[in-house]
């Protein structure tokens, strides 16, 4: 019986890298009679400006997903600095996390991975390392590079007036900014109700309710509203992902007081009008 198995590609724009993993997976997958059900490809631009969040951790979060409802009992990667570069504890991590799920990690280039637990921890650690001191090093010649360039007087980056030599790909790190603006927008979007409020009683001062607030925002107020100061935050939302704060400084007005034991929010006008 064979074995349901999952795939998981960095690609970038050199189609033979992309042909050579594929190769390799391929072999490895009839070798041992795994049945691909499932393929998860993440950008290689996606990866560079993703790996502390956005499309990457979107990406291993559906892994680990899948592997939760049984979908797959095998990831096969070309190697493990194709899924992490995050060193010798995020290897671990990854590896761990699909244990528990019942996934085993299984990579073309390492075999060792089919090591003995024990063995395994250690081999990983120090596989996970170096591909972190690799990333490192890459970014310090990259760092290094583009400072020569500015000490010779050569331009760096992309120059005003410059055009695209051709249309930009959807995927990769433009898809995510506008994926998160979406979410951004949606999130935002179900405060407007106390914004219009806000806006339209004009006082100097309002109190409200933390339910009389409850009532306005569609699907009421998260829990930590009525626990964490820091959720009324007058910090702009760009900055905290306090999307909340948007309605009411939009609206001309700031939080100057929370009273959690009475449930009770006070807001003032700003002078300016915060407009």
Not at 11 to 36: K, P
Not at 96 to 105: K, P
Request: hydrophobic residues 40%.
């Amino acid at each position: 019986m064979s074995v349901k198995a999952a795939v998981w590609l960095r690609v970038s724009t050199d189609a033979q890298e992309r042909a050579n993993q594929e190769a390799g997976i391929a072999q490895l997958s009839d070798h041992h009679s795994y049945q691909v059900v499932k393929r998860f490809e993440l950008d290689e631009s996606a990866w560079n400006s993703g790996k502390v969040g956005g499309a990457y951790k979107t990406a291993i979060q559906a892994v680990l997903d899948g592997a939760h409802r049984g979908e797959f009992s095998v990831l096969i990667v070309w190697a493990l600095d194709r899924i992490t570069r995050e060193g010798a504890e995020g290897a671990l991590r990854l590896v761990r996390q699909l244990s528990e799920r019942g996934v085993t990690l299984v990579s073309v280039q390492e075999s060792w991975l089919s090591a003995a637990p024990g063995v395994q921890d250690i081999l990983v650690a120090f596989a996970g390392w170096m591909a972190q001191q690799e990333s490192n090093r890459r970014s310090e010649r990259i760092r290094a590079g583009l400072a020569r360039r500015r000490a010779e007087g050569k331009a760096v980056g992309r120059q005003p007036g410059s055009r695209d030599h051709g249309p930009r790909k959807r995927s990769g790190y433009v898809a995510a900014w506008e994926e998160g603006g979406e979410r951004l927008r949606a999130a935002s979007a179900k405060y407007d109700p106390l914004r219009e409020f806000l806006a339209a009683n004009g006082a100097q001062h309002v109190h409200l309710g933390m339910d009389e607030i409850a009532a306005l925002v569609d699907g009421g107020l998260p829990a930590s509203a009525y626990q964490h100061r820091m959720w009324w935050a007058n910090t702009s939302p760009s900055q905290s992902g306090h999307v909340q704060a948007r309605a009411w400084q939009r609206a001309g007005y700031e939080v100057t007081s929370v009273d959690f034991p009475a449930q009770r929010v006070w807001f003032k006008r700003k002078a300016n009008g915060g407009r």
